[in-house]
């Protein structure tokens, strides 16, 4: 997941112009490029973590069973076998 968050467009190009900084010399600049480079991927590390929990939360939550009457009778049947009616 955090490999992942360095294949974007945008920070591809902001290790291109690290490496060609570094290159040319200027420490400065590089160390500054790829400190926004690895506070990026954290950030977006931590963003996708807690989207991928919240995900597994409301999975859970949601109905996996439903009580129905079938000829009178209450039964239970996997909510994904559930069609509506159309009246």
């Known amino acids: 997941m955090l490999l992942h968050q360095l294949t974007d467009f945008m920070i591809l190009i902001l290790i291109a112009a690290a490496i060609i900084s570094g290159v040319l010399g200027d420490v400065t600049d590089t160390v500054i490029i790829l400190a926004i480079i690895i506070l990026n991927a954290v950030v977006g590390f931590i963003q996708e973590y807690r989207a991928e929990k919240a995900m597994e939360a409301l999975k859970l939550m949601a109905a996996t069973n439903a009580r129905i009457l ?15 009616e159309m009246l």
């Open 70 to 84: 079938r000829e009178g009778k209450a039964v239970d049947i996997p909510a994904s076998d559930l069609v509506p």
